[in-house]
């Protein structure tokens, strides 16, 4: 219970940066679904990872190393997610497909099962960011926590698969409600010192 605190008390005393965190999931859902892929529905897909990268490091990094670190990282394991997901998507959708009334249930376990698989291998990435900082501290809560807070990116990565994803308000919310499931994690590693376990 006294991490929690804690991890609430970390996002208490960063509130600029939390902001700009949720802000910045926002607008990249907003940029990747409402302006790149009705223009070039190819180009979303080599864009996802980039422009969540480029508009979270200036939260997200604390040197220039961190801020060229994270956009890489990001777009890279957002790359080998996205195939990973598939496989993730294949084995939820499975498990339900051979019964022949739950196939529309499959389709959205296989979705479920993709977004957290996708958002896992990102926050794994995103991780090394972190432990350059502090090679000491625990990182696993940030895979756990951006596979799930992908869960809210789910309709949005249907441009990864070239139709486009929700369009403008609708988009921004979809990523704002990343920024939001994942802000209390996020502001725990942030800060210097906070044990996170």
């Known amino acids: 219970m006294s991490a929690v605190r804690g991890a609430l008390g970390a996002t208490a005393r960063q509130p600029a940066r939390v902001a700009w965190w949720v802000a910045a999931n926002a607008l990249a859902t ?4 409402s302006v790149i892929c009705p223009r070039s529905p190819g180009s979303a897909f080599w864009m996802f990872g980039l422009a969540f990268g480029l508009l979270q490091a200036p939260a997200a990094a604390t040197s220039v190393r961190e801020f060229v670190a994270w956009p890489l990282l990001t777009e890279l394991f957002g790359l080998a997610g996205f195939y990973l997901a598939i496989l993730g998507f294949i084995l939820a959708f499975g498990l339900f497909a051979w019964i022949p009334f739950l196939t529309g249930v499959a389709a959205i376990v296989g979705l479920v099962g993709a977004a957290v698989t996708g958002g896992a291998i990102v926050g794994f990435g995103q991780s090394a960011v972190f432990a350059l900082r502090d090679p000491e501290r625990d990182m696993r809560l940030w895979p756990i926590a951006s596979g799930l807070g992908s869960l809210a990116l789910a309709p949005s990565m249907l441009g990864l698969i070239g139709s486009c994803g929700p369009q403008d308000v609708l988009a921004l919310a979809i990523g ?9 994690p996020f502001a725990s590693l942030m800060v210097s010192g906070l044990s996170v376990q």
Not at 176 to 184: E, H, I, P, R, S
Request: proline share 0%.
């Open 176 to 184: 704002g409600g990343y920024g939001l499931l994942t802000a209390v």
């Open 30 to 33: 907003y940029l990747v679904d």
